[in-house]
């Protein structure tokens, strides 16, 4: 479910926007097939479906057995995921719906707002938690290679400092993308309310910082006064919209107008920057752009998982790979062009 591209932006809006818009939809057809629902309950009151019976059935929800003695408590490795009876029966219920479904010749349905994914290790969207981590350690790489070029390889002003005056900007917006993409894959692995709302947290956060780095950037906005009176506005809206969602009420309308508004923003700062600025690498800003909006077709194209593991969702989790490239790629040559003229300047 995941997870979110122009300073970040063209990439990171298009990218980020899908994460506010994925769970406006929670029930589902399958929700309502009867067959599903009696097996479900059916299985809660036996712990079993089919032949197949389940230990979580035998514990409480706080993991403390429930016929047997102290011993027997469920292992804190299986506790963690927060697999429940029901969590199991619905999985199973499901699976055992759906290969009935096969074989009458139906299409695969979602359950509880998700296609029926198959578990890896307790793990329910395997593929997409492998390719946030893919994306994480993408974002790690081009963060690295960022600082690896202002502090080894670029010249330094006297007192050690960058002469590149986006570098703190761009540090933190490292540390938000790669905290994304970390909350990103643990939802992908279990979807609870915390991980939830972490995932949704911090892809909000890193939607409202590239708001702001889109338009210090766009307009060349250097004075640390000028950057404060555009950022405090901006920081407590997003931390205001936080606290309501993780506080008050986790409401998916009015966070989808948040991101949406957000989004629209910044990609039209974006864009018009981008059609009317000399600078030399705006090619692979526009290759981004371009990119990140023909990556959004596979979600609004949406398809059942393939065998149970890659759906329309995942792969556009493999497209936003090579996008963090070129697009840390872009920040990279956005410094060293604004280091040149500087030093032009110097001297």
Request: with cysteine.
């Amino acid at each position: 479910m995941a997870r979110l591209h122009w300073t970040l932006f063209p990439y990171s809006s298009l990218l980020l926007l899908l994460l506010c818009l994925l769970p406006l939809l929670h029930a589902s057809a399958g929700d309502s097939d009867p067959i599903y629902r009696a097996c479900v309950d059916q299985c809660e009151k036996t712990g079993c479906v089919g032949k197949n019976c389940f230990q979580h059935c035998k514990f409480s929800s706080d993991g403390k057995s429930i016929d047997g003695p102290w011993y027997l408590q469920e292992p804190l490795y299986l506790r963690w995921k927060q697999w429940d009876c029901r969590s199991d029966c619905r999985y199973n219920c499901m699976l055992a719906r759906e290969e009935e479904r096969e074989q009458l010749g139906h299409k695969p349905i979602k359950y509880h707002g998700k296609w029926p994914f198959r578990r890896v290790y307790g793990i329910q969207e395997p593929v997409a938690v492998a390719l946030s981590a893919l994306n994480l350690s993408m974002q790690f790489h081009g963060w690295l290679s960022f600082f690896i070029l202002l502090y080894y390889k670029l010249p330094l002003r006297p007192d050690k400092r960058t002469y590149y005056e986006y570098t703190g900007l761009w540090h933190i917006y490292g540390i938000f993308s790669m905290n994304s993409w970390f909350w990103s894959a643990v939802f992908h692995s279990r979807d609870v309310e915390l991980t939830e709302k972490l995932d949704y947290s911090s892809a909000v956060a890193l939607l409202g910082f590239s708001l702001i780095l889109s338009i210090l950037r766009a307009f060349n906005v250097r004075d640390e006064a000028a950057r404060v009176m555009v950022a405090a506005p901006l920081i407590a809206f997003v931390t205001t919209h936080i606290l309501y969602l993780n506080f008050y009420k986790l409401d998916y309308g009015l966070n989808m107008k948040v991101c949406v508004a957000m989004g629209v923003v910044q990609l039209l700062v974006w864009a018009i920057w981008a059609g009317i600025t000399c600078h030399p690498s705006r090619w692979k800003l526009w290759f981004v752009v371009v990119g990140g909006g023909l990556a959004m077709l596979l979600e609004i194209y949406d398809f059942p998982p393939y065998q149970g593991f890659v759906d329309a969702h995942a792969l556009w989790h493999a497209t936003t790979i090579p996008l963090s490239y070129f697009w840390w790629s872009f920040i990279r040559d956005d410094a060293e062009f604004r280091t040149s003229i500087l030093l032009k300047k110097t001297k």
